[in-house]
């Protein structure tokens, strides 16, 4: 992982960690890695973004940065990080930006950069941008500006794009979708309008600074309320740029990325059309997916955390289902990443197909209890992690005492300065004392440096 480019691109507070000037500068590094890459002289990119107020000066610190490179810059406004993704590829565009920070607050932003495929771009690549903003940037010396546009009509393409997916009657189910306050408040709208979707929208008035708050798929208690009061089929929760989706049953359930992966793989397996007969996940992926793969003769391929390390193994080896238990679902033959309408629509297609409740289709899989600690500590911190035997050892002890009753999983956050303590097993109790154990003497062990001495390890065991 690089200095500035994350598992999903460049992402921090804004006016801190994330400026105008180095939003020009990924601009005008982009443009120049690409056109070194593909070997031409002129690209042209795609822009857009989600609903945050730091949305107008990032976005046009990048255009700037790319026209200065003779390159032409085309903005389409707000729409999902998926939506981006499709019409990058569908239009022929050269590469893309999207200047979203997902599911995080408001004071947060971030810049994602995208290929010609709508995929992200490849480390080697981030590298050799980061190679160029880091090390003495210069601005380019190209005499012709290249020009900047706006068009928002490409968004009733994704729409209809995201409706096509689908061929089963939805207007039988009702629908509550929370669409975060975020890039899918218009989107939404429109697909389950265009679909005769019988439908109610909560959280869809952004103005700027409301984008996740209290709200969408990680805040989705308020969602699990309304659902049952109103006595809606199913409730959908899309992040604030609607690359994730988590669902709500009619009983109030979350149902997570994990069962959804469950869900349509156990369909597409039905149907024959499971490709290599895999499915892919993360090493977060919970317990219970793993245990009803294998109850069911499905392979079950890990991978780190991150969408795009699940699609490099989709397409390594043509598997066409695979994703995250937050809720980004890759549907490979629809789509070239995680895409939360769509997603939430080929749930839709599932339930009107087969006439079961969400619930029912839940019900092929088991969720194991499983407890998340994150560890705050700084860039210097992670890198002390990295280099800690002692916490290895550690978790072969811990993981010796629980035996096949459950698991543990460390793992450094790809987007911020967390260490993150996940276990799972069947003693909520058992499992939630060793985690914050475990927890406590990381983050003494990487924050107090100072008083790191071998009889540490020794006694935290005893």
Do not use: W
Not at 46 to 55: F, N
Not at 451 to 462: A, C, G, V
């Amino acid at each position: 992982m690089g200095k500035l480019f994350g598992t999903d691109g460049v992402r921090g507070i804004v006016d801190k960690d994330l400026t105008k000037e180095l939003a020009y500068k990924i601009g005008a590094s982009v443009a120049r890695v690409l056109k070194k890459e593909l070997n031409k002289d002129k690209l042209t990119f795609l822009i857009g973004s989600d609903t945050r107020e730091s949305k107008d000066m990032l976005s046009n610190a990048v255009k700037e940065g790319v026209a200065s490179e003779g390159c032409e810059i085309v903005d389409i406004g707000v729409l999902p990080t998926p939506g981006i993704s499709y019409l990058t590829e569908d239009k022929g565009f050269d590469g893309s930006f999207i200047v979203s920070a997902s599911h995080n607050p408001s004071e947060y932003n971030g810049i994602k950069v995208l290929d010609k495929d709508g995929c992200k771009l490849s480390e080697a690549l981030e590298e050799a941008c980061e190679e160029i903003i880091l090390n003495d940037f210069r601005p380019s010396d190209e005499h012709i500006r290249g020009e900047i546009k706006e068009d928002s009509s490409f968004e009733e393409d994704y729409i209809k794009h995201l409706a096509s997916t689908i061929d089963a009657d939805i207007s039988g189910i009702r629908i509550l979708v929370d669409t975060a306050n975020g890039a899918a408040y218009d989107t939404a709208n429109k697909m389950f309008t265009m679909l005769g979707a019988n439908f109610d929208i909560i959280n869809n008035t952004p103005d700027g600074i409301n984008i996740n708050k209290n709200a969408g798929s990680t805040h989705i208690k308020g969602l699990q309320e309304k659902v049952v009061e109103g006595k809606y089929d199913i409730g959908i929760a899309y992040d604030g740029d609607a690359d994730r989706c988590i669902l709500v049953d009619e009983l109030g359930n979350e149902i997570d990325g994990d069962f959804i992966i469950a869900i349509t793989g156990n369909e597409l397996k039905k149907e024959g059309k499971l490709t290599n007969n895999t499915l892919v996940g993360t090493i977060m992926s919970n317990l219970g997916l793993i245990k009803y793969c294998k109850e069911n003769d499905i392979n079950f391929i890990p991978t780190k955390v991150g969408d795009k390390y699940v699609l490099d193994e989709m397409m390594k080896h043509n598997y066409i289902i695979g994703g995250e238990q937050s809720g980004h679902i890759i549907f490979k033959e629809l789509a070239n990443t995680g895409d939360g309408e769509l997603t939430s629509l080929q749930i839709l297609n599932i339930m009107a197909k087969t006439g079961k409740s969400l619930s029912e289709l839940a019900s092929i899989m088991r969720k194991y209890p499983q407890v998340l600690v994150n560890v705050k500590t700084t860039k210097e911190g992670k890198e002390l992690y990295e280099k800690c035997e002692d916490i290895q050892e550690l978790k072969k002890q811990y993981e010796e005492e629980i035996k096949d009753r459950g698991r543990i999983v460390l793992r450094p956050s790809g987007t911020e300065n967390l260490i993150r303590v996940m276990m799972e097993g069947d003693n909520i109790e058992e499992i939630t004392r060793i985690c914050n154990e475990f927890a406590d003497y990381i983050s003494n062990r990487i924050n107090n440096p100072s008083k790191d001495n071998p009889n540490t390890l020794k006694k935290t065991i005893e």
